[in-house]
């Protein structure tokens, strides 16, 4: 079974920073591009930031030069470290990876940040 585990989500103050993990596993993704996305109260989900297998990146406007993507293939693995965050920023927080096409999402976890 395919699953995306995601972690480090939780509530933080305006201008603090938060580090999310996802965690594969049930299949290997170190060729597979992989994102974050997020959803907020009424929003429809968007893409935060991406990394291909090599690691090239690419970031939403709203996010960049605030969250960093990153990955570790040896650990099936990818992260998402956000910095200066702001109330905007809440949301549930997904983990995607596509397999050749197969799209695989995690559970979701909720970031909330207070004003």
């Known amino acids: 079974q395919v699953q995306l585990v995601e972690s480090g989500g939780g509530l933080v103050q305006a201008g603090g920073s938060l580090s999310l993990s996802c965690a594969a596993s049930?299949?290997?993704?170190?060729?597979?591009?992989m994102a974050w996305y997020r959803q907020g109260r009424g929003n429809a989900r968007e893409l935060v930031a991406a990394?291909?297998?090599?690691?090239?990146?690419n970031y939403a406007d709203s996010v960049k030069g605030r969250f960093t993507i990153s990955r570790d293939n040896a650990k099936n693995s990818v992260y998402l470290q956000m910095n200066s965050l702001k109330p905007g920023d809440t949301g549930a927080y997904y983990c995607?990876?596509?397999?050749?096409?197969?799209?695989?999402w995690g559970q979701g976890t909720q970031v909330t940040v207070s004003s």
């Open positions: 990394i291909t297998s090599g690691g090239n990146t």
């Open positions: 049930g299949r290997d993704f170190n060729f597979s591009p």
């Open positions: 995607y990876a596509d397999f050749l096409g197969t799209k695989y």
